[in-house]
């Protein structure tokens, strides 16, 4: 009997959340480039390659230009989609920002060369989602939604089919389970996928990280349940807290209803290219090795891998380290308190510190926050679950809570935002630069100036004026 073939489609994460997961986002432009002609010919769905973090680090760190990168690898890959990760309402900072903020950072984004645009918002509140979704069809793109995964009382297989339904019906062209702690394993990944797949008709995407050392087994049940697509990344920057292996998971469905049809031989030789960029990384220390093993108080306490080592951070400051434990028991009770969030930036660290306080004040909420405080607020939107009057009460006293979307009270800022950054303006790209981190870019666009004048960017005096060498 003939079997019906569904080859399964991959997303690989080299060039972003892998390299952002291992050594910190810290993989150059130059490193990419030479390596991006084979990656075309692979055949992947789509290569993740801009968005997260790497917008901040690009400006930041390696003192380039996201959007110039974006650029060069759009001229690159002749053959290959290109997709971004989004925060929603925050773009790629860690605010809201006003709409026409959103809606002109999607548009030049497109124009630059991103095809799918992959939008989540850490709290699963759809209204944080819905202007990067509209902006996104209006320019041609593909939305793809995500959902942040997590696990609590309320998380239900329930919950998850409401929310996807109500993604697809705002415009959602694929739905994304985005377990950024490693928190989905192998037949809870069954169940949810087949509810999901019975739920909406667009593809489901499937992105887990390798923290609790069940990821690769979550996306062979994933697959057979239905998922349409895996993410995955070249084996040397794979696993540990970042995404199974590209080439595990091909080889994985190799000669089955699944089989990818990818070229092992250029898989590997793609592979040979990225090995020495880890083994840099590694004696450099800028690849930590705690981070490529399995963590299996992820799954303990439901906290992702980076939460666990900052908690960590946080209480040797404090000569408190012996208090790790009560704080782990603390933050699923600080969670619950706030409306059980996803423990996903920004509200994986505002739960943490608050444990951590409770914890070493001796009196819960006896110092606040004043990030709790604008979560319980609303500022970030709606929690999963409303927040009980009493916790408010505690909290922000007799405030009133935000019960619109937040962005809502945001004015129009991007006119403003360009009359301050005039001066520096060499593309219109440059005035979202600045938007989303104004001080860094700034800072980027005077290195540039001095690279560009053959300036000693150390001889510009308090005025900023610069001086020829």
């Not at 002609?37 to 996201?66: I, M, N, Q």
């Not at 009382?153 to 062209?173: C, I, N, R, S, W």
């Not at 209803?257 to 990818?262: A, I, L, Q, V």
């Not at 994986?348 to 001796?362: E, F």
Request: glycine share 6%.
């Amino acid at each position: 009997m003939a079997v019906n073939k569904r080859p399964v489609k991959i997303t690989d994460t080299i060039l972003r959340d892998a390299h952002q997961s291992l050594i910190a986002t810290r993989m150059k432009t130059e490193d990419m480039l030479p390596i991006v002609e084979k990656l075309d010919k692979v055949g992947y769905h789509s290569v993740e390659c801009w968005g997260g973090a790497t917008f901040d680090a690009c400006l930041r760190f390696l003192k380039e230009d996201p959007w110039e990168r974006l650029r060069k690898l759009r001229d690159g890959f002749k053959n290959t989609k290109l997709q971004m990760l989004l925060r929603g309402q925050n773009i790629l900072g860690y605010r809201h920002y006003a709409d026409d903020v959103v809606e002109y950072f999607v548009q030049k984004t497109i124009a630059n060369g991103i095809d799918i645009l992959r939008i989540f918002d850490a709290l699963n509140d759809p209204r944080n989602l819905k202007t990067a979704i509209d902006a996104t069809k209006k320019e041609g793109g593909h939305a793809q939604i995500a959902i942040s995964y997590t696990l609590s009382e309320v998380h239900t297989l329930e919950y998850y089919a409401k929310l996807a339904k109500q993604l697809e019906d705002m415009g959602a062209d694929s739905i994304c389970i985005k377990d950024m702690a490693g928190l989905l394993v192998p037949y809870s990944a069954t169940e949810l996928v087949k509810t999901l797949k019975e739920t909406v008709k667009v593809p489901i995407q499937l992105h887990a990280h390798y923290t609790s050392g069940v990821a690769a087994m979550t996306y062979l049940k994933a697959v057979e349940a239905g998922a349409d697509i895996i993410d995955t990344a070249m084996s040397p920057f794979s696993m540990g807290t970042a995404q199974p292996a590209t080439e595990v998971m091909v080889e994985t469905f190799k000669g089955t209803p699944y089989d990818t049809g990818f070229d092992q031989d250029l898989l590997s030789d793609i592979a040979d290219y990225f090995r020495p960029q880890r083994e840099k990384a590694l004696e450099s220390g800028l690849m930590n090795p705690k981070v490529l093993g399995v963590n299996i108080k992820t799954l303990l306490y439901q906290v992702p891998g980076g939460m666990l080592s900052n908690l960590v951070s946080q209480l040797q400051k404090q000569n408190a380290e012996d208090k790790f434990y009560d704080v782990l028991e603390e933050i699923p009770r600080v969670r619950a308190d706030y409306g059980y969030p996803p423990l996903v930036t920004p509200s994986s660290q505002i739960v943490g510190t608050q444990a951590v306080l409770n914890v070493l004040s001796g009196q819960r909420y006896k110092m606040v926050t004043k990030e709790s405080k604008a979560l319980v607020r609303g500022e970030y939107g709606r929690t999963p679950v409303p927040i009980s009057d009493k916790v408010k009460k505690i909290i922000i006293g007799n405030e009133k809570q935000i019960t619109c979307r937040p962005a809502d009270l945001i004015k129009p800022e991007l006119k403003k935002i360009e009359s301050e950054m005039t001066r520096y303006k060499q593309q219109d790209e440059d005035v979202l630069s600045y938007a989303l981190f104004a001080q860094v870019a700034e800072d980027f666009f005077k290195y540039r100036e001095a690279q560009q004048t053959k300036v000693d960017p150390n001889m510009a005096d308090k005025d900023n004026k610069v001086y020829p060498v």
